[in-house]
């Protein structure tokens, strides 16, 4: 087991384990730190620079991979002038190439390693060797993943781009019981492992936030080498209608955990299903989560906390229209605007009888806009089960996540597909099915699965991986 702090890094190619000792000493943390170099140094030479061209037009998977081969080839793929001329390289082709920018879409349901699906867009390099889902394999280089044969579940909790916050709860043997955050790159196989908590309430909240804009300006944030990030534990209120929360907020530039508690302008209640399935989303390094009534029925608004620069107090936010009961609602975002997704839960005299759903967009002025809305009797798809599904009797589905690129698409559950939505042509694809230990679930069936939206993270792909910086060097 590795002890608090401390952090390890596996190369590919090779299943050693290399321990960090001084931070400074990783040039893969820091890509863009400013070295001095020798007028004659290799990577300056003519066969060094034929040897960058070629290496910068890899994939960013292939390249990260060469740093394996040797310790000069390490040296220069981690070399700040390598990573500028890749990440130029590939601005470059960005803008002759119509490709959008890649992204993973992983869902995690009934807390299961086994259930988990990974749905990579075409042009993605992250978890390409999952085929499709199965479980979480891919993080098998954490040491949480070891005490997980032991019966000591972890699951992933949070994202942040191409980051991951995994948590996993080890119960009490011969010390007490405690709860292990750790964040990790897929792609790079770094990670972090956080000083240890007292295992949270199971109805507390947990969000994962960076600041990439805190760089050195003169790296103009283009390999979000310098950055700072904060793990924000949010205790449920224990009384309806309280001005005060509690929080345990860890920072990357003190590495340790502290309390705080924050005002609320706004009576805030204890967070019931309805906050605990939408779960903590991020937009411009803000965290937003629902608050609603005392018994959980109905949406008042949504809480938003900013921990960088205003962390003493939150603030409230009021939904577009009176939401009732039976409202089906879930929020997301799309290129930093926060976005609701709405299914009312009744039906008006002049309706059809059909289910409708709604798109609502925070505007930069604080106003409501809506962007869509799609009546699913109007869906058309080539799968007759979709069709099913969407003239039924009953919701017919749930937002996952708003597609990163393309405004009118969404990726929707309906019954126990995964499934694409252009809300303009109102035409539905199925991208996937979900899994039960491995094996497909039929798509119309009894025995429907839920994939709340806290399971749901959409990871982007940077053009250079971010890096998992190391705890402050004391």
Request: proline share 7%; with cysteine.
């Amino acid at each position: 087991m590795v002890e608090s702090g401390t952090r390890t890094t596996h190369s590919f190619g090779s299943r050693c384990k290399r321990r960090v000792e001084d931070p400074s000493e990783d040039p893969m943390l820091y890509p863009c730190r400013k070295r001095e170099k020798d007028p004659d140094d290799s990577i300056r030479s003519k066969l060094g620079y034929v040897l960058i061209e070629v290496l910068c037009r890899l994939p960013c998977r292939s390249a990260i991979q060469c740093m394996s081969v040797s310790k000069s080839w390490f040296s220069l793929i981690s070399d700040p002038y390598f990573v500028r001329r890749f990440i130029h390289h590939r601005h470059q082709l960005s803008r002759s190439d119509s490709d959008s920018v890649p992204f993973t879409l992983l869902l995690q349901y009934k807390e299961s390693q086994k259930n988990i699906l990974v749905l990579p867009s075409d042009n993605s390099e992250l978890f390409i060797d999952c085929g499709g889902g199965g479980g979480l394999d891919f993080l098998d280089f954490l040491p949480c993943f070891e005490r997980a044969r032991k019966n000591y579940p972890f699951c992933i909790v949070a994202s942040f781009n191409d980051l991951l916050l995994v948590r996993s709860e080890v119960p009490p043997i011969r010390k007490p019981s405690f709860c292990e955050y750790c964040i990790c790159n897929p792609l790079t196989k770094q990670w972090l492992t956080l000083p240890h908590l007292p295992c949270s309430r199971r109805n507390d909240m947990v969000g994962f936030v960076c600041d990439l804009c805190s760089c050195d300006k003169e790296q103009r944030c283009v390999t979000n080498a310098y950055y700072r990030y904060k793990v924000v534990l949010i205790h449920s209120p224990t009384e309806t209608n309280t001005t005060q929360l509690s929080l345990q907020i860890f920072s990357s530039e003190t590495g340790e955990w502290r309390g705080s508690v924050v005002s609320s302008q706004r009576g805030l209640n204890p967070f019931r299903m309805t906050s605990l399935d939408a779960g903590v989303l991020v937009c411009n390094g803000i965290l937003y989560w629902i608050d609603a009534d005392k018994y959980g029925l109905m949406i008042k608004g949504f809480v938003k906390f900013d921990p960088f620069n205003d962390a003493e107090r939150c603030h409230y936010i009021d939904p577009p229209i009176n939401l009732l009961p039976r409202d089906l609602m879930s929020f997301g975002v799309f290129q930093g605007h926060l976005r609701i997704f709405q299914i009312p839960g009744h039906h008006s005299p002049h309706d059809d009888g059909a289910y409708k759903f709604y798109v609502w967009e925070l505007e930069n002025y604080g106003t409501w806009c809506l962007k869509h809305k799609v009546n699913f009797k109007d869906t058309v798809s080539d799968h007759s089960d979709l069709v099913k599904i969407a003239n039924g009797i009953t919701p017919p589905g749930a937002l996952l996540a708003f597609h990163p690129n393309v405004s009118e698409i969404v990726f929707l559950q309906l019954g126990n597909y995964i499934v694409l939505c252009n809300m303009q042509t109102r035409v539905l694809k199925v991208v996937s099915q979900l899994r039960d230990g491995g094996k497909i679930l039929p798509g119309i069936s009894c025995y429907y699965v839920s994939v709340y939206a806290k399971s749901v993270f959409l990871l982007t792909q940077p053009s250079w991986p971010t890096p998992v910086p190391p705890l402050p060097f004391h």
